[in-house]
């Protein structure tokens, strides 16, 4: 007789899942907030339900990452099944020695698994480049495409390599339980191999299939890691949705989403196991084998005969149609623009309003930061018609010839912009962009929390807000302050003052003055309060201000950085003449005063910005605070103490680079 | 006068309503071989347990050496089990094994019946695991992982296992289940002197009649939860007490008959000497005549006639089937008859064992349904070894 | 016959060499060439830069894995010894998480561990952060929690503690009884027979749940950037960093991944072979 566990071990196991489902709580529960807050309970509301179905970005995300994991899943399954088969067939030494390799992707660490395969798609693609350029020189008869990019089937592929091994560690135990005569009897009896693999060794094994072909979906659904480095930047998975929001701030109808996948597959447990009791007291049993695996199995259910049927053609038909539905949107030759911005950087009916006056679809990305747009680009992953890089970023984009010029012609509204923001020094000929934004970095400070008025970028530096200051987390922008502070330009190539500067960020480093590195991670912390002092760029400041009224702004006596950002297209963009559509919607009078409105950066549309606070009265019956929209466009005296990033030359930016890497470590 | 060792007084064992030992009282004598034997679900390994500690009866006491030991846990009992699947440890090797329970200490019962642990010197730890393995015939086998030993070997490690403690009892759940025919034989042999040797109670659970008869001093027959009858093995063979015992220890023919006198029996209406006595006048009983006590004679000879419906070559016999009336014996003989043929038979007065009606009786002793599958074929521990052999030798 | 069924396997095959090989391949090329394509062994070599990247993820990891262990090896005793039911609605609960997108969940560990966090907000109400001033004589607001190296060894343990619980759950609950009882039989109390019989037959799962938190945990990018606030660079965003990150440097990326392979590999090796005598055994 087993000893049933004490109390003790129950309270164990009671705090162990507490600890587990505490967060997953916090989460339902603030799908139903009213506020946007993750934090602060602003009472009941369904409404984050209701603009699920308005979300575009999730409602995508979510059918990608549908679609991806139930076509993995059949192909894997399928593929996965007859190699077991043909695994179990072969002599022990073929057999261990595959088994090792396909227990590779299951055992390497995701991120390994990731890099490997992008490396492998990028090297890949510049191979089919030429191949295919080769190919399409030579004869005229079929036409390959030269230019393949991550997304769709890269993903697909890289799903599917990682759910083979579940399958063929589920399936092959159960080919070794099977009894070895049965094929030689159903032989016996006049069955062909072919037959006897049909109608003897498949029912047989067919646990193991479908217990391999849940695990495998579940595997697919979960992951992140992979899907990240393989799917490149027009397709997304719901995980890298979600990824791109945890930086800034996670919009509560994702949660509303896992509310519902939560809910759901409880159901499905609780069903699942009901059934598995009802099984048990009729005395069936499993087998059991791999620990891992049997663990997941045993949480999945055993499914048997009827059941099991029925969840097979399921499978299948739920596969069947995915698939058609795919190759239809394959198929669906609709125009397409691929976009590529930052965060929250959009008012997203624009996107809307836009697609339904042109029928142009709009494919709208994110990316973190200038750096990573640029890796993105450099690494083939990335199939982006426009981008809106910072200045600097576009001078050297421009410096590594990876923007086309552009059309001025199709593009009216250009002439709306304000000349101070045309012929800037990273594009002095205008020949590549047309501004999206310009603004200013500044301080941002909680007036509960300090109690002076900050004026200089000293405080960042001071002893006495140690651990309250949140450093600014790019190298360019916090080796920028602190070469401002020390009244060296911030553009300087001169390596002493870049090592001056680098030891003053380091010295207070070391002593703790910071409370972190961040980049969109600065909203959640200021507007909780959770940390006095940080820098960052003024429109962001007007967001975080709505959520913490506490909060103020400054742009320091010792003057700070002015940026532009400004829309680009890419030379090897695939849709050009829709991105000139999308440009010169963009740069009109309305859309700039509509995302000046929502994103709180300035406009240079002269139009707009002189309009704005007549226009915003209008909108909100409420006049604008003049301070607001100081900050939201500095005015000239202010700007004409911040200074502009011009791209470093490439050993200095090596020398950021290193710098930045030792700080951090 | 023998000691009783181990007494259990009026046990039951019950979960909800099921009913798994019924108010059985049992008394074990010091060096004694005893064996529980019956079907599968007849309570003898409940029992055992019961004895070994894992279990602890629902009601009633039991006694070692006249103190009451049910809540005394098994690691504090003065007895050792070799379990049925022998429960050797895989992470350790052979002499590790034996050496477990010395490693634990020696169970010291102080004053006001208080057990505690006494360490055991590593010297003699590593005497007594060697002499032991040199009882079991395993010298040399000390570093052997315990995977590497054949099922034999593996059941002397689980007897070293448990003798090297000195227990005052050694428990043994059918410990010889999972070995062949010939091996079990041997194995049979090899407790019996081992028993002898070591001078200790062996209480030995086995649902195979012929083990049980071969190696015991006692043998206690158990079904239902109850014990049907305790006795030496000959009693048991000889007088069994009811139609269960009978069928279940050796062949029986088992007639529903009438007492009609002291030493007078009926059956198929006529009326046959035996030895029994006591029973009232005209009492309805089961006989019980055990096929080697059945001479073939000619027809006219025979105190009863039948026709030869099946014979089968058994070597030292043959099992010929019989149809007397309708009601079809198995007879033992060495004589052969054809197929067909008509015989009498004739059996001594002490070929008879009458027996009082029980609820077993009618239920066992005809051969009409006999067929050359003995119950071998139907001993689940010899299908499971058979089917783990298979899977064995795939990994 | 046989020979002919084992065609099944080829397209697999095919598959494996392409998909899983080649690239593995690739990513060694890259890890030994420079941008022009010369072979060189810097990019290994200017690892020692990264030295405490590296260990400090180990640290980290190592750290996670011992606390998942020590919470997750109780928690799969306690349920391998509760009824059927229990178990299987316990290891629903396990699995279930596993559906919530993890940096969903990380996420909301931010909301608990920040300064105004939650936990916070808690301890000022149940007083102790007034307690813990009275004490040391300090003046705190709050318990600086999230931004720390031990909020992303919360992140590790939380996210991947269900894998150190189920291989050893599934090891212990196909436990032989009669070996405890065996044990029991031959004199050890409860406490002896989980040194000597339970914990080392257990061994296996132990191994693989360690396998399973410390390979994820010393790669994690994600969490440690939720949850450490961009100080606690581990080898993951360093990796991550050179390939979608601002150090764009893929051959660095590569050689750094290559390494953490290497590593993968050395323990999948160790594991094997001292778990397999075992496991064997366990299989008897």
Redesign the interface.
């Known amino acids: 007789m087993k000893k049933r566990p004490g109390i003790g071990g129950r309270i164990g196991i009671g705090i162990a899942f507490l600890f587990l489902y505490m967060p997953i709580f916090l989460l339902i529960i603030f799908s139903f907030n009213q506020g946007e807050s993750s934090a602060v309970w602003q009472g009941f509301s369904f409404h984050w339900y209701a603009e699920l179905f308005h979300n575009r970005l999730v409602i995508e995300s979510v059918a990608t990452t549908l679609l991806v994991s139930l076509v993995a899943t059949a192909i894997s399954t399928v593929v996965g099944t007859f190699a077991s088969v043909g695994l179990y067939s072969m002599g022990r030494r073929w057999r261990e020695g595959l088994m090792t390799v396909n227990n590779i992707p299951m055992m390497n660490a995701d991120i390994v698994t990731g890099v490997s395969m992008c490396l492998f798609f990028v090297a890949f693609f510049s191979g089919w480049g030429s191949f295919a350029g080769w190919v399409n020189s030579v004869q005229h008869v079929i036409v390959l495409p030269d230019r393949l990019k991550l997304g769709m089937a890269t993903l697909l592929i890289a799903h599917i390599a990682f759910d083979i091994p579940y399958v063929i560690l589920n399936v092959s135990p159960r080919l070794r339980q099977m009894d070895k005569n049965l094929v030689d009897a159903a032989q016996d009896l006049g069955c062909t191999w072919m037959q006897a693999f049909f109608k003897v060794i498949l029912p047989e094994i067919m646990p193991g299939i479908v217990s391999g072909a849940l695990i495998a979906f579940t595997m697919s659904i979960d992951d992140f890691v992979i899907s990240y480095f393989t799917a490149g930047s027009s397709t997304q998975t719901l995980s890298m949705t979600i990824y791109g929001m945890t930086k800034k701030r996670v919009t509560p109808v994702v949660n509303a989403v896992s509310t519902i996948i939560f809910v759901v597959v409880l159901v499905v447990l609780i069903v699942n196991n009901v059934r598995e009791a009802r099984l048990e007291a009729r005395g069936e049993r499993q087998h059991r084998d791999h620990p891992k695996l049997d663990a997941i199995r045993e949480y999945l259910g055993s499914p048997k005969s009827r059941w099991m049927k029925r969840g097979v053609a399921l499978v299948c038909v739920v596969a069947f149609v995915t698939v058609v539905s795919m190759l239809t949107a394959f198929t669906n030759s609709q125009p397409v623009v691929n976009v590529c911005s930052w965060g929250e950087y959009i008012d997203e009916d624009l996107i809307t309003e836009f697609e339904e006056a042109t029928g142009i679809r709009v494919n709208y990305q994110t990316a973190e930061s200038n750096e990573t747009l640029y890796s993105l680009l450099k690494s083939g992953g990335a199939d982006y018609d426009v981008v809106v890089p910072s200045d600097y970023m576009i001078s050297q984009l421009i410096e590594e010839d990876m923007l086309a010029e552009i059309d001025y012609n199709a593009i009216p509204n250009f002439s709306l912009i304000d000349d101070r923001f045309k012929n800037l020094p990273y594009d002095p000929e205008n020949k590549y962009t047309v501004p999206y934004t310009w603004g200013t970095v500044g301080i941002i400070y909680n007036t509960t929390m300090v109690d002076e008025e900050i004026t200089s970028w000293s405080s960042l530096y001071d002893p006495k807000y140690a651990g309250q200051v949140l450093l600014i987390g790019n190298s360019r922008d916090a080796f920028g302050i602190a070469l401002n502070y020390l009244g060296y330009s911030m553009n300087t190539t001169n390596e002493d003052e870049i090592r001056e500067a680098y030891n003053l960020v380091k010295e207070a480093y070391d002593r703790g003055q910071f409370q972190g590195k961040v980049m969109d991670e600065v909203f959640q912390a200021m507007e909780g309060g959770n940390a006095a002092i940080a820098t960052y760029y003024a429109g962001d400041f007007l967001s975080m201000q709505e959520n913490n009224e506490d909060l103020a702004f400054v742009i320091p006596e010792e003057g700070s950085n002015w940026f532009v950002d400004a829309m680009c297209v890419l030379k090897d963009a695939p849709h050009k003449e829709n991105a000139w559509k999308w440009i010169d919607f963009i740069a009109s009078t309305d859309s700039n005063l509509r995302n000046m409105d929502y994103i709180w950066y300035a406009s240079p549309n002269t139009e707009a910005l002189e309009k704005y606070p007549e226009w915003y009265e209008e909108q909100y019956e409420e006049p604008l605070d003049e301070e607001t929209y100081n900050i939201i466009a500095a005015p000239p005296e202010t700007l004409e103490r911040c200074e502009m990033y011009v791209v470093l030359p490439k050993h200095i930016r090596e020398l950021y680079n290193e710098l930045w890497i030792d700080l951090g470590i | 006068m023998p000691k009783e060792l181990i007494q259990l007084r009026d046990c039951v064992m019950q979960y909800g309503d099921d009913v798994i030992l019924d108010h059985i009282n049992l008394y074990i004598n010091d060096k004694e071989f005893l064996t529980l034997l019956g079907p599968s679900g007849c309570g003898k390994t409940t029992t055992l347990r019961i004895i070994g500690g894992f279990l602890s009866p629902t009601s009633g006491d039991v006694l070692f050496d006249g103190t009451r030991i049910n809540d005394v846990p098994p690691y504090k009992r003065m007895v050792n089990t070799v379990f049925q699947r022998y429960a050797l440890f895989p992470h350790l090797n052979v002499f590790e094994n034996v050496a477990f329970g010395l490693r634990m200490g020696e169970t010291v019962i102080g004053e006001g019946n208080a057990r505690y642990k006494k360490k055991i010197p590593e010297s003699e730890i590593q005497k007594r695991v060697l002499e032991m393995l040199e009882v079991v015939n395993l010298k040399g086998f000390e570093k052997r992982s315990i995977t590497a030993l054949s099922g034999g070997q593996q059941q002397r490690v689980a007897i070293a296992r448990a003798l090297v403690n000195r227990p005052k009892v050694l428990l043994l759940d059918e410990p010889l289940g999972a070995l062949d025919m010939r091996l079990r034989k041997d194995m049979q042999i090899e407790l019996k002197r081992i028993q002898q040797e070591m001078e200790i109670t062996f209480i030995y659970v086995t649902h195979d009649q012929e083990e049980a008869l071969a190696m015991s001093d006692t043998v206690v027959v158990m079904d239902g939860g109850k014990i049907q009858q305790i006795g030496t093995p000959e009693d048991i063979y000889n007088e069994p007490k009811n139609a269960f015992v009978a069928d279940f220890i050796g062949e029986s023919n088992i007639i529903d008959g009438i007492m009609r006198a002291d030493g007078v029996v009926e059956i198929f209406n006529r009326k046959f000497q035996c030895l029994d006595k006591g029973f009232g006048k005209d009492e309805p009983v089961d006989v019980v005549i055990r096929p080697e006590d059945i001479d073939i004679v000619a027809e006219d000879q025979g105190q009863l006639k039948g026709t030869v419906t099946s014979v089968t070559f058994k070597g030292v016999h043959y099992d010929t089937i019989v149809d007397f009336y309708g009601f079809k014996w198995l007879i033992q003989t060495t004589d052969f008859c054809p197929e067909g043929s008509r015989i009498g038979i004739k059996i001594d007065p002490d070929g008879f064992h009458v027996m009082k009606k029980s609820k077993y009786s009618g239920m066992f002793g005809d051969y009409s349904s006999y067929s050359e599958e003995y119950d071998e074929i139907n001993d689940p521990t010899l299908l499971d070894q058979a089917e783990e052999e298979g899977t064995d030798d795939e990994e | ?13 095919v ?2 060499a392409i ?6 391949l ?2 060694a090329v ?1 890890s030994i060439t420079t941008e022009e394509g010369q072979l060189t062994t810097e990019n290994f070599t200017g690892m020692g ?2 030295l ?2 590296f260990t ?1 993820s180990f640290w980290l990891a190592i750290i996670a894995t011992v606390i998942s262990l020590l ?1 997750g090896y ?2 799969a ?3 391998s ?5 229990f ?26 561990l ?5 936990l916070n907000q808690l301890f000022q109400v149940l007083g102790i952060i007034k307690l813990y001033n009275a004490v040391t004589g300090q003046n705190i607001e709050y318990f ?1 929690m ?2 720390t190296p031990g909020a992303v060894v919360l992140g590790m343990v ?1 996210n991947y ?3 150190m ?3 050893i ?3 212990l609950s ?1 436990l ?4 405890v ?9 409860s406490f ?1 027979v989980f040194r ?2 339970i914990l ?2 257990s ?3 132990v191994l ?1 749940g360690v ?2 938190v410390f ?2 945990a ?2 994690t ?2 969490i440690s950037r ?1 949850l ?4 606690e ?1 581990m080898l ?1 965003d360093l ?2 960093n050179q ?6 440097n ?1 051959h660095l ?2 050689a750094i ?1 290559m390494v ?2 290497v590593i ?2 050395v323990c ?1 090796v160790v594991m094997n072979h001292f778990g397999e ?2 496991e ?5």
């Open positions: 016959m046989k020979n002919k069924r084992a065609l099944f396997a080829v397209p697999y095959v598959w494996m998909i899983v090989v080649i690239p593995i690739i990513m890259y830069l990264y405490s990247v400090r919470i109780p928690v005793y306690w349920m010894k509760e009824g059927p039911g178990q299987r609605v316990a290891m629903a609960l396990i699995m279930l998480p596993m559906w919530i997108n993890f940096l969903l969940r990380t996420y909301a560990w931010m909301s608990i920040e300064n105004n966090g939650l600086q999230i931004r939380y503690i269900s894998f619980i189920l291989p759950y599934s090891v196909k032989d009884h009669s070996l009882e065996a044990a029991q039989d031959l004199g050890a109390d002896e000597r019989v080392p037959l061994l296996p799962g693989s396998t399973m390979v994820p010393v790669s990018f994600a939720l450490g606030g961009g100080t660079m993951g990796i991550e390939f979608l990150g601002g150090a764009y893929p990326g590569a991944s953490m392979m993968v590999l999948m005598g075992e064997q055994a366990v299989m008897l």
